[in-house]
């Protein structure tokens, strides 16, 4: 019987799937969702450290973060309205993640 239980958890720890651990880019998640704006965040924090900071989102949040990656006010900037700033964004966030892990 116990032998028939270790092998029993021993097939079924074999079964499971590869441990998933999230991926901390912005790419990870739909542009402009909500998840893909707390990533951002992780990468780009737009608080004073003690709670206070722009609404993860805003108007103002995107202002910050183009402040923080030094793009506000570049005329290649889109809209922050739009899906192509959250993909231009993206692409920033990816690049700054590859040039710190090197």
Do not use: N
Request: aromatic share 6%.
């Amino acid at each position: 019987m116990r032998l028939c239980l270790a092998v029993l958890l021993a097939v079924t720890a074999g079964c499971t799937g590869p441990d998933e651990t999230p991926d901390s880019a912005p790419a990870a998640e739909s542009l402009c969702s909500d998840a893909w704006y707390a990533a951002v965040e992780e990468q780009v924090p737009t608080g004073d450290g003690h709670g206070h900071g722009p609404d993860i989102g805003s108007d103002e949040w995107k202002s910050v973060v183009e402040f923080k990656l030094g793009v506000r006010g570049q005329p290649d900037v889109p809209e922050r309205a739009s899906q192509a700033w959250c993909a231009y964004i993206d692409r920033l966030t990816a690049g700054s993640e590859q040039s710190s892990a090197g």
